[in-house]
T-cell receptor, first 116, second 111 residues
């Protein structure tokens, strides 16, 4: 099993450009999450999903959109990138054994995004 | 003051030493996670606890829900244990669908 994969691994954007980050998991997990990690800020939740076709806002959702059309994929979109969105983005998934955030999370390798 | 505080922030030790990293939280939580972030950036979940103690190899995690405290112990530490260790709690406040993360403890094990 590949576990959780993220595409791309690195990306440089100019302000105002758009892009989509893809997260895929092959563990049949119900829950999926998008986090960003910034120096001195730790990990912060952007959006999460409790199942196919569902999404919910996390702590820092502004400027991002998400979709979960297939259970195995969770897409994070930036419609108009800003320098403040320069960060490392991590996707994670967890199985349905209870409520979200209460079981082991499996993380992807991360995407390093720079917005100039 | 952060809702989740880790100590120490930085820890340097010699190979073989017994390591303890502490995590204290000010909000009630239903679950606590310990994560390891490697120097290359990858994140691995080590433990998820809601009570008591868990052991995996040389790693032991304990939690006292009433005292709002958790510890991560590493026995017979090795240079490959060098990483940032992060604790994160799931608040029990109704509607709080998130994890509250500590700032991390940077551990360096010298040979």
């Amino acid at each position: 099993n590949a576990g959780v994969t993220q595409t791309p691994k690195f990306r440089v954007l100019k302000t105002g450009q758009s892009m989509t980050l893809l997260c895929a998991q092959d563990m049949n997990h119900e829950y999926m999450y998008w986090y960003r990690q910034d120096p001195g800020m730790g990990l912060r939740l952007i959006h999460y999903s409790v199942g196919e076709g569902t999404t919910a806002k996390g702590e820092v959702p502004d400027g991002y959109n998400v979709s979960r059309l297939k259970k195995q994929n969770f897409l994070l979109g930036l419609e108009s990138a800003a320098p403040s969105q320069t960060s490392v983005y991590f996707c994670a998934s967890s199985p349905y054994h209870g409520a979200p955030f209460t079981d082991t999370q499996y993380f992807g390798p991360g995407t390093r995004l720079t917005v100039l | 003051k952060n809702e989740v505080e880790q100590s120490p922030q930085n820890l340097t030790a010699q190979e073989g030493e017994f390591i303890t990293i502490n995590c204290s939280y000010s909000v009630g939580i239903s679950a606590l996670h310990w994560l390891q972030q490697h120097p290359g950036g990858g994140i691995v979940s080590l433990f998820m606890l809601s009570s008591g103690k868990k052991k995996h190899g040389r790693l032991i995690a304990t939690i006292n829900i009433q005292e709002k405290h958790s510890s991560l112990h590493i026995t017979a530490s090795h240079p490959r244990d060098s990483a940032v260790y992060i604790c994160a709690g799931k608040p029990i406040i109704q509607g709080a669908q998130k994890l509250v993360f500590g700032q991390g403890t940077r551990l360096t094990i010298n040979p």
